[in-house]
């Protein structure tokens, strides 16, 4: 079993930044492929950021590229979500999520297992 924690979220300004952590505990956080998912009031929620095992690969939604950056600290237990240029429809509750398996569709919710409560972003304009 594993156990997440997100913090970090916050209010921001159109333009700032903010950075995301996911803490894991429970069993070894460098067996899995990770990744942050975000949902808006009313919408689906949506594939952001996935990171492998090493961190050696990663992947991004196509709204965030170029703005987002995945990492993680397996020593620390822990994965990141860089967001700079921060917009409005950036607005979402963002997850932390962890597979229990290497090969999975990583822009796909039901590739992963775990999921953290969530943390609110809020990029005012």
């Known amino acids: 079993q594993v156990q997440l924690a997100e913090s970090g979220g916050g209010l921001v300004q159109t333009g700032g930044s903010l950075r995301l952590s996911c803490a894991a505990s429970g069993r070894t956080f460098s067996t899995y492929p990770m990744g942050w998912f975000r949902q808006a009031p009313g919408k689906e929620r949506e594939f952001v950021a996935a990171?492998?095992?090493?961190?050696?690969?990663?992947y991004y939604g196509d709204s965030v590229k170029g703005r987002f950056t995945i990492s993680r600290n397996n020593a620390k237990n822990t994965v990141y979500l860089q967001m700079n240029s921060l917009k409005p429809e950036d607005t979402a509750v963002y997850y932390c999520?962890?597979?229990?398996?290497?090969?999975?569709?990583?822009?796909?919710?039901?590739?992963?297992?775990?999921w953290g409560q969530g943390t609110q972003v809020t990029v005012s304009s």
């Open positions: 999520t962890a597979a229990s398996r290497v090969s999975i569709d990583y822009q796909g919710a039901r590739g992963y297992d775990y």
């Open positions: 990171s492998t095992r090493t961190g050696g690969i990663t």
